[in-house]
């Protein structure tokens, strides 16, 4: 019974093999122009790693921007049902997931069953999203991950006013210019980032138990300022939050094959 | 007497060095993220050139974003003014400047004298400057200086329906993955864009004689495309257009220190 | 919202701000400075009205005053009216058990003396479900009431249906939210005319009769007369100092222009604002017999005239900058609303109001009138180009008041003044008087900060050569 | 039949249009439906609801509308300037929402730079924002003024009797329409949603006598239709202005079935009937006025979220959709509360902001709805 989750996002490509409640591989690639391509390689690799063929899979669930151009997927499923799923099965005791992409960010809140109460998303403009983080890093010269540690040794986070990614950008420099550190930097745009998805996450409602998944979850910065924003913890995963599509998408494959 | 005219914007540093009515270098560099440094590195460039070295500079005028940080500027002068002054030095017919920047997008209304009579900057967000074409380019792998070739093939250029920049720029990948023109799509971008500038520049009240200046104006896909989504045939730069806003702080340069003795 | 937030109710904050602000000065210079490093939030814009003498400290009694009234509103019994402050006041200072508490003036005041303005109760509304790209006058301190951390209000009135439609949005889901009855006045977007003034007057009385059934008391003709008569009052002596701040260079102190409005649309009919009116016309009578400007050095650079509205974010820097680059700050004009008899009203008697107070009936009508002419109500809502709206009034102010440049300012929200704010600015430059629209939020320093402004404001001087 | 009704709603000069033009016949544009389009159609005119479909640039409606103000009238405005409404005789523009009622200005000054786009009759109508005994009074001295205007300019007579006969036709629209909203929500819908948005909008664009004609058609094949639902999530779009074929279809792409709409362009108009025995105008005024379903009318919102209640019992949806177009505050406001009380009374909803027309941003909307329908199967 072995069932697979492809995940084509904006920025990266995700697969993961599932068998029953065990992992047996994930793979994570950028995506390229081609969906198609991306989802063939991601799935090779991720099947590479389970020492398995495409042969072995029963079913595989789509999920992502890219989702109706995967070739080998039998159904696609909004990401917003697969990061749910994903979450709860990993940790049924979870309620609200907050899920940051490259493109956009979704709150999602969710029953006990699992099943989705109420959701939100940003998608109008960038900033928000873990497109505005890796801009502001690009800025900073750090590497993603980075900016997340670099910012615990703020000893004041800067305030940045401007909204619009590009306009945070002219507002960072300026603040660079000044001497600045970068630790001060990026604790602010992590700040920021945390403030306007706070809002979100708060008109789904929030309830305990809380995580972030999508790529911006591995910013220990964000998550950190989103405990504060929030006052409650979140919860982290056992399982690489990035991956949280594809589990997801795998876990409805599985119920597809009628396991549950 | 050699005067100087330094423009350190977001994407790019430019310099110009003058003497009496000419210019006798001009150098372009990519934006540091110090920009005193690119300040420092570009202004190195356009002296090198020149066989000069700062000591030889009697004047010196900084502007673009990064004005503040030119230490070696005696004063600090907006970009709208130089933008206006350099075009109309350039071309004296010139009564309109449309500057399309890194970060910005700014029409600029002159007199005979180069003076800055009325002005607007895009306000919306990052989708109606450079920036915009910039991270376009990137994710379609294309030059920036290719642009405009590209776009000249376009037969049926696409309608983009994102304003956000980084949303556009999921689409144009959907587009290619829908197999559209390469063109085509530049094409699209271009008229998307000059179409939010022609707005602002209408809404200051357009001139007969406008030029285009700024890194986008070395886009003739750009200049172009502007010129149909105005109306108006636009008057041509001879010289770099990106260097205008250097060479405008160069002439005010000569001015102060004519006044200063 | 954030749990510290939760914590505190934004009308006792603005309550023990102001009242502390209020007393700060009552010792000597030592005691002030003293008290001043007590209160580091809002030191800053404390110190900014105070330094403008007996007026400043009249002014924070006033603030006072009015916010303990709202404060200790139910403890004395009493019923609370919150509204948006395109009503006027004047009526429900002459009911004995009516508090008016107004989401803009709340929201000006968290705006200038919260740390971080009024940026999480904006944020709240959302949360409720209210939209985000509402106006942040209302949305600053709706946000506070909808999450319950203000007295909670016993009636809601809103004079912006006609108006303003993300006002009058604001109040309705307040009083859909929080269930709490609802008056809306009205207004058809014409200004004059017999057709206009009787629409006026029977919708002005189906408002009385609102309060009265919700407050349980009757409108008192006695109380009535005598707060028109202070109105009336007042306007006489803001005349006079219309009249001063003609003068060139202006003898008005740019901080007044803030006491001008801020009393007017808080105070109107109180004696506490006339003897703060009285006391900015001493002063301004001082300046002017000296030929000094309001400014503190006492010299005039440059006029400036704001056409929408000030910039309150943090602090009181706007008024402070201004006064530093020695502009003076002309009366706003969006608080151009006059009483019939005045000068300026020549010629354009049919858009001033009159205040008779012979009979209970000429009063009521004078109270309709009045609030047909509030700011907004009087400029906003008819076409931009018609008799005695926006641009009418922009080049009458310019006229008497000889500005050497507008400044637009307005709020993300407002559909109204963005809907034809290029159209002005045109018009403006057409007729001679250089005008700069400012992509940011009066109350909303994250829309741009206010170093982006006076960044902005300071190019556009310099460019356009304004400043000598 | 539908397909006529398909084009008038993908283009603005319909062929209907184009005929009555060629005949001599002249057109009037109005923005909202506070416009009683009877008043004139009895002076022998074609009234046309302004829309701002098809808009591919922005230039001008940026031009002079700022960056906050709804893509709706902009877009009108953009087309304005672009010539493509020179075909209007007139138009009426409203304060049906403050960035509407800034289209009268906006028109007429971007008509001073682009000559001959302003048509020759231009008004702008005030409509009071209460239902109330004076406000009705107001109103009605308006239309008195409007319809003496109207004869004033085009030279015509609109004459009390023709004004009850043209009341008595839309009166018949409104019961045709109300029957055809009866046959697109039972159990087997007959038509799906983006085809019964092209008849909601081609009411407003095409002669009424006409237009009445081809519904009946139209009804008739849907009373013995086959079904389009099979097993579709059947929906309730609800908030802002829609006359966007395109978007109906995103979302029907997605697996659903639109069959009941609340918004402008949709059962808005023709709930109720005109009372077609008191004085005409009067009779329009009390009508028109009392539509408290649009939220431009403050204050009504427990009418609104009672006759919301009454269509989503009558339609037995499964889930309704609260959309509303950026900056605009009346709906974007409004559908906070109603999500609050569809979800309390158990009902599934979805709050959604878009660009209006040609922005829209297909991929993220389909992936928000496809989530819904999971959400609601
Ligand atoms: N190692 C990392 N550390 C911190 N942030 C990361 C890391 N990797 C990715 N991100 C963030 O995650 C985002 C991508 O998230 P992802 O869920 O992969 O997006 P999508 O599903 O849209 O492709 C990036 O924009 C970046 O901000
Ligand atoms: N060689 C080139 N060909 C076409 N476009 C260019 C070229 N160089 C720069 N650009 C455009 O010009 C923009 C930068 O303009 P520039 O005037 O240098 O900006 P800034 O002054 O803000 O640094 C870029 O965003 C890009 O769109
Ligand atoms: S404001 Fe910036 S991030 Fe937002 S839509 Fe515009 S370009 Fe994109
Ligand atoms: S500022 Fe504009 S949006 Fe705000 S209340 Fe006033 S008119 Fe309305
Ligand atoms: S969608 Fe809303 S804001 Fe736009 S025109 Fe309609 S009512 Fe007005």
Redesign the interface.
């Known amino acids: 019974m072995i069932a697979a989750g492809c995940d084509v996002g904006s920025l990266t490509t995700k697969a993961v093999i599932l068998n029953n409640t065990r992992l047996l591989g994930h793979a994570l690639i950028g995506s390229s122009f081609n969906p198609e391509k991306s989802a063939a390689e991601v799935m090779e690799k991720a099947l590479a790693a389970a020492h398995l063929t495409m042969d072995d899979i029963g079913f595989c669930v789509g999920t992502g921007y890219g989702r109706e151009r995967i070739g080998f997927v039998k159904k696609t499923i909004s990401e917003i049902s697969c990061h749910a799923k994903g979450a709860h099965f990993l940790q049924p005791s979870m309620r609200t997931i907050i899920d940051i992409g490259g493109q956009d960010c979704k709150a999602i809140r969710l029953d006990e069953k699992g099943e989705i109460v109420k959701f939100m998303t940003n998608d109008k403009c960038a900033s928000g999203t873990g497109r505005f983080l890796e801009v502001m890093a690009k800025l900073l010269g750090l590497e993603l991950e980075e900016l997340g540690r670099i910012s615990g040794q703020t000893t004041q986070p800067i305030n940045l006013a401007a909204t619009c990614t590009v306009w945070a950008q002219a507002e960072v420099i300026m603040h660079l210019n000044d001497g600045m550190s970068k630790a001060d930097l990026a604790a602010g745009i992590n700040e920021a980032m945390a403030a306007r998805i706070a809002i979100l996450a708060r008109s789904v409602g929030i309830e305990k138990d809380v995580c972030m998944t999508g790529g911006v979850a591995k910013n220990t910065g964000v998550i950190q300022a989103m405990e504060k924003q929030l006052g409650i913890p979140m919860r982290r995963l056992r399982v690489d939050p990035q991956m949280m599509g594809a589990l997801g998408a795998a876990v409805f494959a599985r119920e597809r094959m009628g396991g549950r | 007497m050699f005067v100087a005219g330094c423009d350190v914007g977001s994407l790019s540093a430019k310099a110009v060095i003058m003497k009496d009515e000419n210019i006798i270098a001009s150098h372009v560099i990519f934006a540091r993220p110090e920009p005193a440094e690119s300040a420092r590195t570009v202004m190195e460039g356009a002296l090198n050139k020149a066989c000069l070295t700062m000591e030889d500079i009697s004047y010196c005028v900084g502007t673009g974003y990064g004005r503040n940080s030119i230490s070696f500027a005696q004063a600090a002068e907006s970009e709208i003014a130089c933008h206006g002054k350099g075009a109309q030095w350039l071309k004296p017919q010139v009564r309109m400047v449309i500057d399309i920047g890194g970060q910005d997008a700014k029409a600029i209304r002159i007199d005979e004298t180069g003076r800055v009579l009325r002005y607007a900057y895009n306000d919306r967000c990052a989708s109606g400057t450079g920036r915009f074409l910039e991270v376009m380019a990137g994710s379609m792998g294309i030059e920036l200086n290719d642009m405009g070739e590209v776009s000249s093939q376009a037969k049926n250029p696409v309608s983009l329906s994102n304003q956000c920049v980084v949303f556009a720029e999921t689409e144009i990948i959907s587009l290619i993955n829908a197999g559209r023109d390469l063109s085509d799509i530049v094409g699209g971008l271009h008229k998307a864009l000059s179409h939010r500038v022609a707005s602002l520049a209408r809404s200051i009240e357009l001139e007969s004689e406008i030029t285009m200046t700024g890194g986008v104006a070395k886009n003739q896909g750009m200049f172009k495309s502007l010129q149909e989504a105005l109306g108006v045939k636009l008057v041509c730069m001879d010289t770099d257009p990106q260097i205008i806003g250097a060479v405008g702080a160069a002439l005010m340069a000569r001015q102060a220190a004519a006044e200063n003795g | 919202?954030?749990?510290e937030t939760r914590e505190y109710n934004l009308d006792w904050m603005l309550w023990s701000s102001v009242v502390s602000g209020s007393k700060v000065k009552d010792g000597t210079e030592k005691e002030y400075r003293a008290l001043l490093r007590l209160i580091p939030n809002f030191s800053g814009i404390i110190d900014g009205i105070l330094r403008q003498g007996e007026p400043g400290r009249l002014f924070m009694k006033m603030g006072a005053e009015y916010l303990d009234d709202i404060k200790t509103v139910h403890d004395k019994g009493k019923k609370l009216c919150f509204g948006t402050f395109v009503a006027s006041k004047t009526l429900f200072y002459a009911f004995d058990n009516v508090v008016p508490a107004w989401a803009e003036i709340m929201t000006v005041f968290a705006t200038m003396l919260m740390r971080k303005g009024t940026a999480e109760y904006m944020?709240?509304c959302?949360?409720?479900?209210?939209?985000?790209?509402?106006c942040s006058a209302q949305r600053g301190s709706v946000g506070a009431y909808l999450a319950g951390l203000a007295q909670k209000p016993d009636f809601l009135i809103?004079g912006?249906?006609?108006i303003?439609?993300?006002n009058?949005?604001?109040?309705?889901?307040m009083?859909?939210?929080l269930d709490i009855p609802?008056f809306?006045l009205?207004f058809?977007?014409?200004l004059t005319g017999r057709?206009i003034t009787?629409?006026h007057r029977?919708?002005y009385k189906?408002l009385i009769e609102f309060v009265e059934e919700h407050a349980g008391s009757r409108l008192d003709e006695d109380r009535l007369r005598s707060v028109l008569e202070e109105h009336k009052r007042q306007d006489e002596i803001i005349n006079e100092i219309y009249e001063l701040a003609r003068l060139k260079p202006c003898p008005m102190p740019p901080m007044f222009n803030l006491f001008l409005y801020a009393g007017k649309l808080q105070s109107s009919g109180r004696k506490a604002f006339t003897a703060l009116l009285e006391s900015m016309l001493q002063v301004m009578r001082e300046n002017a017999a000296a030929g000094r400007a309001g400014t503190t050095s006492g010299k005039e650079r440059a006029r400036l005239l704001m056409c929408y509205i000030d910039h309150y974010t943090t602090d009181a820097r706007f008024w402070q900058w201004v006064d530093s680059q020695e502009i003076s700050l002309l009366p706003t004009l969006i608080f151009t609303f006059f009483n019939k008899g005045i000068n300026y009203a020549a010629g354009r008697e049919d858009q001033t109001y009159e205040i008779d107070t012979s009979t209970m009936d000429t009063m009521i009508d004078s109270l309709a009138d009045i609030n047909s002419h509030m700011p907004m109500v009087k400029q906003l809502r008819?076409?931009?180009?018609a008799t005695g709206m926006w641009r009418d009034d922009l080049f009458f102010m310019s006229r008497i008041m000889k500005p050497d440049m507008t400044v637009y300012i307005g709020s993300?929200?407002?559909?109204?003044?963005?809907?034809?704010?290029?159209?002005i600015?045109?018009d403006a430059?057409r007729f001679g008087l250089p005008t700069l629209?400012l992509?940011a939020d009066a109350f909303d320093?994250?829309?741009?900060?206010w170093e982006?402004c006076e960044d902005k404001i300071s190019?556009f001087m310099?460019?356009?050569?304004i400043l000598s | 039949m539908i397909n006529k009704m398909k084009e008038a709603a993908h283009c603005l000069q319909n062929t209907s249009v184009k005929e009555w033009k060629r005949d001599g016949g002249k057109v009037v544009g109005y923005s909202c439906t506070f416009i009683p389009e009877e008043i004139i159609h009895a002076a022998g005119l074609l009234p046309f609801r302004l829309r701002g479909i098809g808009t591919t640039s922005m230039s001008i409606g940026d031009s002079y509308y700022g960056a906050v103000n709804c893509s709706v009238p902009k877009c009108i405005l953009q087309l304005a300037g672009q010539g493509s409404y020179k075909f209007l005789d007139g138009a009426i523009i409203t304060n049906g929402c403050d960035s509407m009622r800034r289209l009268e200005e906006t028109w007429r000054k971007a008509s001073e730079d682009y000559p001959g786009t302003l048509p020759d009759y231009y008004e702008y109508f005030p409509v009071p924002h209460k239902s109330v005994d004076y406000s009705i009074e107001f109103y009605e001295e308006e239309l008195n003024s409007m319809i003496e205007s109207l004869q004033n300019h085009f030279n015509v007579k609109i004459s009390k009797s023709s004004l009850k006969k043209s009341i008595k036709l839309y009166n018949e629209g409104r019961k045709c329409l109300q029957r055809f909203d009866e046959l697109r929500s039972r159990q087997d819908v007959p038509i799906t949603g983006e085809d019964a948005k092209a008849v909601l909008i081609a009411a407003h664009a095409i002669p009424q006598e006409h237009f009445i004609d081809m519904l009946k058609e139209i009804i008739e094949k849907m009373e013995k239709a086959p079904s389009v639902s099979n097993g579709k999530k059947r929906i309730l779009l609800m908030g802002s202005a829609s006359d966007d074929i395109d978007f109906i279809h995103v979302i029907e792409e997605a697996g659903a079935i639109v069959v009941a709409d609340t918004v402008c362009y949709g059962s808005r108009t023709y709930s109720t009937l005109i009372d077609e025995k008191s004085d005409p105008v009067h009779a329009l005024s009390s009508h028109y006025l009392t539509q408290s379903i649009c939220p431009r009318m403050l204050g009504y919102y427990k009418t609104r979220l009672a006759y919301v209640m009454d269509v989503i019992r009558k339609t037995k949806v499964d889930g309704v959709i609260l959309q509303n177009v950026r900056f605009c505050d009346l709906h974007g406001s409004e559908n906070g509360i109603f999500e609050r009380d569809l979800d309390a009374a158990g009902i599934p909803c979805m709050r959604l902001e878009r660009e209006y027309g040609p922005l829209s941003e297909t991929g993220r909307i389909s992936m928000r709805i496809n989530a819904f329908m999971e959400r609601i199967s």
């Open positions: 919202m954030k749990r944020d709240y959302c949360e409720a479900g209210f939209t985000e790209t509402s809103c912006a249906p006609g303003c439609d993300t009058a949005n604001a109040m309705q889901f009083s859909e939210y609802l809306q009205t058809p977007s014409k057709r009787d629409y029977r919708d189906a008819g076409p931009y180009d993300m929200g407002c559909r109204n003044s963005y809907g034809v704010n290029k159209l600015q045109r430059e629209l992509f320093d994250r829309v741009a900060s982006f190019e310099h460019v356009r050569g």
